[in-house]
């Protein structure tokens, strides 16, 4: 039972951050240090066969702080997804897809943050099995709902809606 699950409770603590930009920029002084949202989440098993198996996972993301200093959220998160792996010998690939949907959509300056379609790719090649591997992954989002304001919004979600991060290990 215990390796078809797992369940997950985090609450992220920001020991010291600082900005470049200036009140009068972004509004208020940024606070050093915080607790994040409380973060909860559940991941189920569904099928395995023969090297392959996939998934389905659910998490959330619980207001703690109220969104301030780039800290929290104002709403809840609740991002669903599904996971396939791969894996014969040292090889091994996963990829997931997802929707982050956002209760309250955010703004910083021109990004504007609102529900998103969530994707990732990742490759690990075990050098000594069970002990030391490489491995990269990249992943992403992209905006689904365009900025209200319709100074900042030509229609759809912009290139700063869409980040793309690469993680090598």
Same mark, same amino acid.
């Given at each position: 039972l215990f390796d078809r699950f797992d369940v997950r409770l985090a609450m992220p603590v920001v020991l010291a951050q600082g900005s470049d930009v200036g009140p009068s920029t972004m509004g208020d002084?940024? +606070?050093?240090?915080?607790?994040?949202?409380?973060?909860? =989440?559940?991941?189920?098993?569904?099928?395995?066969?023969? =090297?392959? !198996?996939?998934? +389905?996972?659910?998490? +959330?993301?619980?207001?703690? #702080?109220?969104?301030?200093?780039?800290? !929290? #959220?104002? =709403? #809840?998160?609740?991002?669903?997804?599904?996971? =396939?792996e791969w894996r014969r010998g040292r090889l091994g690939a996963v990829a997931n897809l997802g929707y982050r949907y956002r209760q309250d959509a955010q703004r910083v300056a021109n990004l504007y943050v609102d529900d998103e379609f969530t994707w990732g790719l990742a490759g690990e090649y075990q050098i000594t099995p069970g002990k030391l591997s490489v491995g990269a992954a990249l992943f992403g989002a992209l905006g689904l709902i365009?900025?209200?304001?319709?100074?900042?919004?030509?229609?759809?979600?912009?290139?700063?809606?869409?980040?793309?991060?690469?993680? +090598?290990?």
């Open positions: 002084e940024l +606070a050093g240090a915080g607790a994040g949202d409380l973060q909860l =989440g559940g991941r189920a098993s569904l099928y395995e066969v023969k =090297g392959f !198996g996939f998934a +389905a996972d659910l998490s +959330a993301r619980v207001p703690w #702080t109220g969104g301030s200093n780039f800290i !929290g #959220t104002e =709403g #809840t998160i609740v991002h669903p997804k599904v996971i =396939g365009d900025d209200p304001d319709p100074l900042m919004g030509d229609g759809s979600p912009g290139v700063e809606e869409s980040p793309v991060e690469l993680l +090598a290990s």
